[in-house]
């Protein structure tokens, strides 16, 4: 084969490469900005718990799994509103779907079980 075949499949190839659809693997929804606008505004927590809750619903009815970190996002937020039995289920799906962070969401589990023991949804 010549030199100038090959260089002619070569940037045909790398064309084809840059025409690529990037797919993401996890769902993040709109984490990022409600992340950005909680950062800013730590009063805002609530919006922030609300689009945790959306994220993780949809991806639940697309079958698209939730990304590494979300359960656990979630978990802090509801130990911080004194929802403790709600933050353990956060940091047990968390550990469940991410089973690398087994020992932080049991140091986690821990916090959120001294925190003090709080009903389901109060």
Known sequence: MNVPRL?????????LCGC????QRYDWGNY????????????SAAR???SLQ???ATANQTGR???PGIYAEYGYLLMQEGKSQDAIAAF???????PEAKVFMDQMMKAAASAGPTTKGS
């Open 92 to 98: 047990r799906q968390e550990e469940d779907h991410w």
């Open 48 to 50: 922030l718990v609300q």
């Open 20 to 23: 690529a659809t990037t797919h």
């Open 65 to 67: 799994p939730v990304a």
């Open 32 to 43: 990022e900005s409600s992340l950005y606008v909680y950062y800013k505004n730590p009063a």
């Open 54 to 56: 959306d994220l993780i």
């Open 7 to 15: 260089i002619g499949i070569g940037a045909c190839l790398l064309l």
